[in-house]
């Protein structure tokens, strides 16, 4: 389970603070996603998950404020700060009651405004929040842009990757991480990579020593993260190995529970490998669009034997 300090979600939302002096860097966040307290403000708690960060509309408020008593909303607000969550957030400017914010400080629970409308900073806190919270990983790999799609070279230490990731930046494609590679998986179907931040556009070269590829190449040669949509698995050549030379049915590498379209590429002296991953990266993009050069080339072949049958 991974968490972020409270501190880090109020400077990217730009939340207003209104009980100031609560210290948030110690204060945790590891769900991402959010709680309306509609019906803890009517007094029912059974499956409340108090994990979850707070946010509280117009619905909220008014029913808050019109539908009972002083002394009945603060009985009830007395048990919902005692939950101990991390924070409570008002939307749309709205301004709490003295006594709201009278009980939250005396629980040390925050309370923060914003202008946002509930349902756009509710769907936008819960975006940012499931990639900043998502699962991860790290894998000795190099990950590249080329023509758009995100390229995860992996092989053994001193095969080429780096050497391949070169080539393909001085060709006009974009690195994002070499030798580390941080895999987040931010939905089923996604997984994006990016670079620690130490070696953050940093290349090793054995032979050369470390350079620095947006100093060398430029800004427009670096990308700070990127979807991992296709695998290449770079190899020794053996003889004794046999290679798939049609490609009819993909291969599948699997990272934190999603699969990714995989190829195995033998290493032989003479291959230039920047040339192949180019074209494994396009023809990815065609299979995306619908085309597959290999199913076309079966059709082919057996159209052209069923009109040799006929005549």
Request: glycine content about 6%; hydrophobic content about 40%; aromatic content about 8%.
């Amino acid at each position: 389970m991974y968490s972020i300090s409270l501190t880090k979600v109020v400077e990217k939302m730009k939340l207003v603070s209104l009980i100031p002096e609560i210290n948030t860097d110690e204060i945790m966040v590891a769900d991402p996603d959010i709680n309306r307290p509609a019906v803890q403000f009517a007094g029912f708690f059974e499956h409340f998950d108090a994990a979850r960060i707070q946010v509280c509309g117009n619905v909220e408020h008014a029913y808050l404020t019109n539908m009972h008593t002083v002394e009945e909303n603060q009985a009830t607000l007395e048990k919902f700060f005692s939950y101990q969550f991390p924070c409570l957030i008002f939307c749309r400017d709205i301004e709490p009651e003295p006594y709201i914010l009278e009980i939250a400080k005396k629980h040390g629970v925050p309370v923060y405004s914003c202008s946002k409308s509930t349902s756009n900073f509710v769907a936008e806190i819960v975006r940012w929040l499931h990639v900043e919270l998502a699962p991860r990983i790290s894998i000795h790999a190099v990950l590249v842009d080329v023509y758009g799609e995100g390229i995860l070279i992996m092989g053994e230490s001193g095969i080429g990757k780096s050497e391949a990731a070169i080539e393909l930046i001085k060709r006009g494609h974009r690195l994002v991480s070499d030798d580390v590679v941080e895999i987040k998986k931010v939905s089923d179907d996604t997984l994006i990579g990016s670079a620690p931040s130490v070696t953050r556009h940093f290349i090793e070269l054995r032979g050369i020593g470390i350079i620095d590829v947006k100093t060398l190449f430029g800004i427009e040669c670096v990308e700070m993260t990127h979807s991992i949509d296709l695998v290449i698995k770079l190899e020794e050549w053996s003889k004794d190995t046999e290679y798939d030379r049609m490609g009819l049915e993909d291969q599948y590498t699997e990272f934190l529970g999603n699969k990714v379209v995989s190829h195995s590429l033998p290493i032989r002296p003479g291959r230039n490998l920047a040339v192949i991953v180019e074209a494994a990266a396009v023809n990815h993009r065609q299979k995306k669009m619908g085309y597959n050069a290999a199913l076309e080339l079966q059709n082919r072949v057996t159209k052209n034997m069923m009109g040799e049958l006929e005549d």
